[in-house]
């Protein structure tokens, strides 16, 4: 079992984890936390080479992720959550859903896809680039939230590690649609529709090969949602109700 990652703890209710997107940390969610401890217990982790989580190794890997949400949900009795995943942190819940069904009640993969190599895509965003954090004015909060990494500069490197998983780690962000196929946990796939890294197309197949999945494909929306914008209160909203909605449960057929 890997060790317990560094994780919020919050709110009552019934489980929910939230799994961060790569370079970020825990605080991603800080956004919707208020909304979401009102009506969940929320466990946020920093997942490892990330926040206040170590790396075991030189390479971040999807396993090691994936290893960590569950020592996680151990040491916080948890035995089965519900489970949204940002970006790298959906290809963690993937993975989850697929190697651990039995601790996944529900899903949400926001911004996360399943089969096509981003490399091409990471390099034209520069998204291993610190000059491109900097340009969108994230540099500070980064180098604040990464700075158990190693120091102020710290921060460059988690986000170089995390551009570059789907060329480390080849796990990350590829899945069969068979094995989609065989995901349990009713889920719910969103995406933006001028989302480069997740095309339109791939989140659709996502939907149609889910056997219980809804689709929230967000209109003039790119990788980046700016749930900090007008679409804060609209995201909150969607994802709980898709948490609650009792269409889902087997006892309604």
Request: aromatic share 6%.
């Amino acid at each position: 079992m890997s060790s317990v990652p560094h994780y919020l703890d919050d709110g009552d209710g019934d489980p929910l984890v939230l799994l961060h997107s790569g370079g970020m940390a825990h605080q991603e969610w800080n956004v919707h936390r208020e909304a979401l401890t009102q009506r969940f217990r929320v466990l946020a982790p920093d997942l490892p080479g990330h926040g206040r989580t170590p790396l075991a190794g030189e390479t971040l890997t999807v396993r090691e992720m994936r290893e960590a949400v569950e020592a996680m949900l151990a040491d916080a009795d948890v035995d089965r959550a519900h489970v949204v995943g940002s970006s790298m942190g959906g290809a963690v819940a993937l993975r989850l859903a697929l190697e651990g069904p039995e601790l996944v009640d529900r899903l949400v993969s926001f911004r996360a896809g399943y089969r096509r190599d981003t490399k091409d895509v990471v390099d034209d965003l520069r998204l291993d680039d610190p000059g491109y954090w900097r340009s969108v004015g994230m540099a500070e909060w980064l180098a604040r939230i990464h700075e158990p990494q190693g120091g102020e500069d710290a921060w460059q490197t988690v986000v170089a590690r995390a551009a570059r998983l789907s060329r480390n780690d080849p796990e990350a962000h590829r899945v069969t649609r068979e094995q989609l196929a065989e995901i349990q946990a009713p889920t719910l796939v969103v995406a933006g529709d001028r989302d480069p890294i997740v095309p339109v197309e791939e989140a659709v197949e996502m939907y149609e090969t889910i056997p219980e999945a809804d689709l929230w494909i967000i209109p003039h929306a790119g990788h980046v949602v700016a749930a900090r914008t007008w679409r804060r209160e609209p995201f909150g909203e969607e994802i709980t109700r898709f948490l609650r909605d009792t269409r889902h449960d087997p006892e309604q057929g």
